[in-house]
């Protein structure tokens, strides 16, 4: 597709239990965002891929959350023992860094909506 | 370190009216500063950019913005708001890893 796809659109899932959220990112772009977005909590990042280099982990929450990128294209974002505060919409975006000038614009997914019961 | 601000959770606007729409933001090093648009169930779109060029910057749907160092803003203004401008709002700012920092949103109603 033209665009960054993600999946599942919604999740409803019960507390305690595993759930991984995907990101397809547009082809050929080599920077990966995953942000977290709360009710009245704005945007929060959690992750971002580079290309080959180590990903930038300071914005995961806990080490219940994990991400990896396969392949420098599709990302898993997994959250592990899932709790009632993890509920929002996980967002990923993808940039060409480089594009746009120094800073590249980021590319956004429609956002997989987390429901922890 | 960096942060951005907006001002204002939430903004009404009459048809036709002037939109303003505030953000202040704080950075350590020269920012690269951008103003999303987020319209209901969807991801963010890019209005416009600032990247230490003009420090007027237009963007799409007629949204134009402003830099201003001295007042560390980068308010969002349109002449003329159309009820299809009604969305969510977000400013934000680059460091030099380029991961963005985001305001917490405005949430503006076009009123008919």
């Given at each position: 597709g033209a665009g960054v796809s993600q999946s599942p659109s919604n999740k409803v899932t019960e507390k305690g239990k595993?759930?991984?959220l995907r990101c397809d990112p547009i082809s050929g772009h080599t920077a990966l965002?995953?942000?977290r977005q709360s009710l009245g909590q704005g945007l929060e990042f959690?992750?971002?891929?580079q290309g080959n280099s180590a990903p930038d982990k300071s914005g995961l929450p806990s080490d219940r959350f994990s991400a990896e990128r396969t392949g420098g294209s599709v990302s898993t974002l997994t959250i592990q023992r899932t709790q009632q505060e993890d509920s929002a919409v996980y967002l990923c975006?993808?940039?060409?860094?480089g594009s746009g000038g120094e800073t590249g614009e980021l590319f956004f997914?429609?956002?997989?909506?987390?429901t922890v019961l | 370190a960096q942060s951005v601000t907006q001002l204002g959770s939430h903004v009404s606007v009459s048809e036709g009216a002037l939109v303003l729409l505030r953000c202040n933001y704080s950075s350590s090093v020269p920012p690269y500063l951008f103003w999303y648009v987020q319209y209901p169930n969807q991801g963010l779109q890019l209005l416009l950019k600032y990247t230490s060029?003009?420090?007027l910057v237009k963007g799409i749907n007629g949204f134009e913005a402003e830099f201003k160092k001295s007042e560390t803003?980068?308010?969002?203004t349109k002449p003329s708001a159309h009820m299809s401008d009604a969305a969510e709002y977000f400013c934000a700012v680059t460091n030099l890893k380029r991961q963005l920092t985001f305001g917490s949103g405005t949430q503006l109603t076009v009123l008919p």
């Open positions: 595993d759930v991984e965002y995953w942000y959690l992750i971002y891929f975006a993808s940039s060409f860094q997914g429609e956002g997989s909506r987390l | 060029a003009a420090t803003s980068f308010h969002l």
